[in-house]
T-cell receptor, first 115, second 117 residues
Framework: AQSVTQLDSQVPVFEEAPVELRCNYSSSVSVYLFWYVQYPNQGLQLLLKYLSGSTLVESINGFEAEFNKSQTSFHLRKPSVHISDTAEYFCAVSRASGGSYIPTFGRGTSLIVHP | GAVVSQHPSRVICKSGTSVKIECRSLDFQATTMFWYRQFPKQSLMLMATSNEGSKATYEQGVEKDKFLINHASLTLSTLTVTSAHPEDSSFYIC?????????????FGPGTRLTVT
Protein backbone atom coordinates (compact mmCIF):
# COMPACT_ATOMS: atom_id res chain seq x y z
CA ALA A 1 0.00 0.00 0.00
CA GLN A 2 1.05 3.57 -0.52
CA SER A 3 0.57 6.66 1.59
CA VAL A 4 0.93 10.40 1.11
CA THR A 5 1.96 13.03 3.62
CA GLN A 6 1.34 16.70 3.03
CA LEU A 7 3.30 18.35 5.77
CA ASP A 8 1.51 21.68 5.81
CA SER A 9 -2.23 22.00 6.31
CA GLN A 10 -2.17 25.70 5.51
CA VAL A 11 0.32 27.93 3.70
CA PRO A 12 -0.28 31.68 3.78
CA VAL A 13 1.72 33.76 1.34
CA PHE A 14 1.67 37.24 -0.15
CA GLU A 15 0.85 37.81 -3.79
CA GLU A 16 3.84 37.56 -6.15
CA ALA A 17 5.89 35.67 -3.56
CA PRO A 18 7.21 32.17 -4.29
CA VAL A 19 5.57 29.16 -2.69
CA GLU A 20 6.34 25.49 -2.10
CA LEU A 21 3.75 22.93 -1.04
CA ARG A 22 5.39 19.82 0.30
CA CYS A 23 4.42 16.24 -0.45
CA ASN A 24 6.14 13.05 0.59
CA TYR A 25 5.01 9.54 -0.18
CA SER A 26 5.80 6.01 0.83
CA SER A 27 5.43 2.98 -1.36
CA SER A 28 7.12 -0.36 -1.89
CA VAL A 29 6.55 -0.24 -5.65
CA SER A 30 6.95 2.25 -8.46
CA VAL A 31 4.42 5.04 -8.36
CA TYR A 32 2.70 7.69 -10.37
CA LEU A 33 2.33 11.08 -8.69
CA PHE A 34 -0.28 13.79 -9.07
CA TRP A 35 -1.20 17.22 -7.83
CA TYR A 36 -4.85 18.26 -7.90
CA VAL A 37 -6.35 21.67 -7.15
CA GLN A 38 -9.78 22.19 -5.63
CA TYR A 39 -11.50 25.56 -5.61
CA PRO A 40 -14.29 26.19 -3.05
CA ASN A 41 -17.32 23.95 -3.54
CA GLN A 42 -15.87 22.40 -6.67
CA GLY A 43 -14.43 19.05 -7.64
CA LEU A 44 -10.77 18.29 -8.22
CA GLN A 45 -8.87 19.42 -11.26
CA LEU A 46 -5.63 17.75 -12.31
CA LEU A 47 -2.81 20.26 -12.05
CA LEU A 48 0.12 18.10 -13.13
CA LYS A 49 1.33 14.54 -13.04
CA TYR A 50 4.48 12.47 -13.11
CA LEU A 51 4.22 9.14 -14.88
CA SER A 52 7.73 8.62 -16.26
CA GLY A 53 10.54 10.44 -18.02
CA SER A 54 11.66 13.89 -16.91
CA THR A 55 11.41 14.30 -13.17
CA LEU A 56 10.40 17.96 -13.50
CA VAL A 57 6.83 18.45 -14.64
CA GLU A 58 5.07 21.70 -15.30
CA SER A 59 1.49 22.93 -15.52
CA ILE A 60 0.13 25.54 -17.87
CA ASN A 61 -0.42 28.10 -15.11
CA GLY A 62 3.14 28.30 -13.81
CA PHE A 63 3.23 25.50 -11.24
CA GLU A 64 5.92 22.86 -11.35
CA ALA A 65 6.78 19.78 -9.33
CA GLU A 66 9.87 17.63 -9.18
CA PHE A 67 9.86 13.91 -8.53
CA ASN A 68 12.71 13.06 -6.17
CA LYS A 69 12.92 9.30 -5.81
CA SER A 70 15.68 9.29 -3.20
CA GLN A 71 13.74 11.65 -0.95
CA THR A 72 10.36 10.19 -1.94
CA SER A 73 9.04 13.67 -2.51
CA PHE A 74 6.96 15.49 -5.10
CA HIS A 75 6.90 19.10 -3.90
CA LEU A 76 4.83 21.67 -5.77
CA ARG A 77 6.34 25.08 -6.48
CA LYS A 78 5.42 28.35 -8.10
CA PRO A 79 7.85 31.28 -8.37
CA SER A 80 5.17 33.98 -8.13
CA VAL A 81 1.63 33.34 -6.91
CA HIS A 82 -1.58 35.18 -7.73
CA ILE A 83 -4.67 35.79 -5.65
CA SER A 84 -6.48 33.36 -7.92
CA ASP A 85 -4.18 30.54 -6.82
CA THR A 86 -5.94 30.48 -3.46
CA ALA A 87 -7.33 26.96 -3.25
CA GLU A 88 -6.89 23.53 -1.70
CA TYR A 89 -4.10 21.44 -3.20
CA PHE A 90 -4.00 17.66 -2.97
CA CYS A 91 -1.04 15.42 -3.65
CA ALA A 92 -1.89 11.88 -4.75
CA VAL A 93 0.01 8.68 -5.52
CA SER A 94 -1.00 5.51 -7.30
CA ARG A 95 0.73 2.27 -8.20
CA ALA A 96 2.53 2.37 -11.53
CA SER A 97 1.66 -1.21 -12.43
CA GLY A 98 0.04 -4.39 -11.19
CA GLY A 99 -2.87 -2.61 -9.60
CA SER A 100 -6.03 -0.70 -10.28
CA TYR A 101 -4.29 2.69 -10.28
CA ILE A 102 -6.66 4.03 -7.63
CA PRO A 103 -4.92 7.08 -6.19
CA THR A 104 -4.33 7.67 -2.52
CA PHE A 105 -4.76 11.31 -1.56
CA GLY A 106 -2.95 13.41 0.99
CA ARG A 107 -4.90 15.46 3.50
CA GLY A 108 -4.54 18.61 1.39
CA THR A 109 -2.80 21.95 1.80
CA SER A 110 -4.76 25.15 1.83
CA LEU A 111 -2.88 27.85 -0.09
CA ILE A 112 -3.99 31.31 0.97
CA VAL A 113 -2.65 34.18 -1.10
CA HIS A 114 -2.89 37.60 0.50
CA PRO A 115 -2.82 40.87 -1.47
CA GLY B 1 -10.08 17.28 -21.58
CA ALA B 2 -12.82 14.87 -20.64
CA VAL B 3 -15.81 16.21 -18.73
CA VAL B 4 -17.63 14.59 -15.84
CA SER B 5 -20.85 16.09 -14.56
CA GLN B 6 -22.76 15.55 -11.34
CA HIS B 7 -26.38 16.26 -10.57
CA PRO B 8 -27.55 17.83 -8.41
CA SER B 9 -24.81 20.18 -7.29
CA ARG B 10 -26.57 20.78 -3.99
CA VAL B 11 -29.39 18.93 -2.25
CA ILE B 12 -31.11 19.35 1.07
CA CYS B 13 -33.22 16.50 2.34
CA LYS B 14 -35.00 15.50 5.51
CA SER B 15 -33.71 12.80 7.78
CA GLY B 16 -35.04 9.37 6.79
CA THR B 17 -35.46 10.12 3.11
CA SER B 18 -33.32 8.85 0.23
CA VAL B 19 -31.29 10.93 -2.17
CA LYS B 20 -29.91 9.97 -5.57
CA ILE B 21 -26.80 11.60 -7.05
CA GLU B 22 -25.94 11.13 -10.71
CA CYS B 23 -22.48 11.08 -12.23
CA ARG B 24 -22.09 11.25 -15.99
CA SER B 25 -19.13 11.14 -18.33
CA LEU B 26 -20.14 13.55 -21.07
CA ASP B 27 -17.71 12.88 -23.90
CA PHE B 28 -16.14 9.53 -23.19
CA GLN B 29 -17.09 6.06 -22.06
CA ALA B 30 -16.16 5.40 -18.46
CA THR B 31 -15.44 1.78 -17.76
CA THR B 32 -14.81 2.55 -14.12
CA MET B 33 -16.28 5.18 -11.84
CA PHE B 34 -15.33 6.05 -8.32
CA TRP B 35 -17.29 7.66 -5.51
CA TYR B 36 -15.56 9.74 -2.87
CA ARG B 37 -16.71 11.51 0.25
CA GLN B 38 -15.04 14.63 1.53
CA PHE B 39 -15.49 16.16 4.96
CA PRO B 40 -14.71 19.84 5.52
CA LYS B 41 -11.01 20.61 5.40
CA GLN B 42 -10.17 16.95 4.86
CA SER B 43 -9.02 14.75 2.04
CA LEU B 44 -11.11 12.56 -0.20
CA MET B 45 -12.17 9.22 1.17
CA LEU B 46 -12.81 6.55 -1.44
CA MET B 47 -16.19 4.96 -0.81
CA ALA B 48 -16.52 2.54 -3.69
CA THR B 49 -15.40 1.59 -7.17
CA SER B 50 -17.96 0.64 -9.78
CA ASN B 51 -17.51 -1.03 -13.14
CA GLU B 52 -20.22 -0.92 -15.76
CA GLY B 53 -22.56 -3.88 -15.51
CA SER B 54 -21.17 -5.32 -12.30
CA LYS B 55 -21.58 -4.80 -8.58
CA ALA B 56 -19.65 -2.03 -6.92
CA THR B 57 -16.66 -2.77 -4.74
CA TYR B 58 -16.99 -0.97 -1.43
CA GLU B 59 -14.13 0.17 0.76
CA GLN B 60 -13.88 -1.15 4.28
CA GLY B 61 -16.27 0.59 6.63
CA VAL B 62 -18.66 1.82 3.94
CA GLU B 63 -22.18 0.41 4.31
CA LYS B 64 -23.22 -1.01 0.96
CA ASP B 65 -26.89 -1.12 1.96
CA LYS B 66 -26.84 2.54 2.84
CA PHE B 67 -24.86 3.83 -0.12
CA LEU B 68 -26.31 2.10 -3.17
CA ILE B 69 -24.24 2.41 -6.31
CA ASN B 70 -25.49 1.56 -9.77
CA HIS B 71 -23.35 1.74 -12.90
CA ALA B 72 -25.96 0.97 -15.51
CA SER B 73 -24.16 2.30 -18.57
CA LEU B 74 -20.74 3.40 -19.69
CA THR B 75 -21.65 7.03 -19.11
CA LEU B 76 -23.76 6.96 -15.95
CA SER B 77 -23.28 5.92 -12.35
CA THR B 78 -25.62 6.77 -9.50
CA LEU B 79 -25.13 6.92 -5.76
CA THR B 80 -28.25 6.64 -3.63
CA VAL B 81 -28.00 7.55 0.03
CA THR B 82 -30.80 5.62 1.68
CA SER B 83 -32.50 6.64 4.92
CA ALA B 84 -30.25 9.65 5.17
CA HIS B 85 -29.19 11.00 8.55
CA PRO B 86 -27.50 14.29 9.47
CA GLU B 87 -24.14 12.52 9.76
CA ASP B 88 -24.40 11.68 6.06
CA SER B 89 -24.13 15.38 5.27
CA SER B 90 -20.99 15.78 3.22
CA PHE B 91 -19.50 16.64 -0.16
CA TYR B 92 -19.73 13.68 -2.52
CA ILE B 93 -17.42 13.58 -5.55
CA CYS B 94 -17.40 11.09 -8.37
CA UNK B 95 -14.65 10.43 -10.84
CA UNK B 96 -14.54 8.47 -14.06
CA UNK B 97 -11.79 6.61 -15.82
CA UNK B 98 -11.61 6.13 -19.57
CA UNK B 99 -11.40 2.82 -21.42
CA UNK B 100 -7.60 2.76 -21.41
CA UNK B 101 -7.67 2.50 -17.66
CA UNK B 102 -4.56 4.59 -17.28
CA UNK B 103 -4.11 6.52 -14.05
CA UNK B 104 -3.85 9.77 -15.92
CA UNK B 105 -7.33 9.24 -17.30
CA UNK B 106 -9.22 9.83 -14.07
CA UNK B 107 -11.51 12.82 -14.31
CA PHE B 108 -13.44 14.31 -11.42
CA GLY B 109 -16.93 15.69 -11.27
CA PRO B 110 -17.71 19.02 -9.61
CA GLY B 111 -19.17 17.40 -6.51
CA THR B 112 -22.56 17.32 -4.79
CA ARG B 113 -23.15 19.01 -1.46
CA LEU B 114 -25.62 16.94 0.58
CA THR B 115 -27.22 18.44 3.65
CA VAL B 116 -29.52 16.27 5.75
CA THR B 117 -31.75 18.16 8.17
Amino acid sequence: AQSVTQLDSQVPVFEEAPVELRCNYSSSVSVYLFWYVQYPNQGLQLLLKYLSGSTLVESINGFEAEFNKSQTSFHLRKPSVHISDTAEYFCAVSRASGGSYIPTFGRGTSLIVHP
Amino acid sequence: GAVVSQHPSRVICKSGTSVKIECRSLDFQATTMFWYRQFPKQSLMLMATSNEGSKATYEQGVEKDKFLINHASLTLSTLTVTSAHPEDSSFYICSARGPQGAPSEQYFGPGTRLTVT
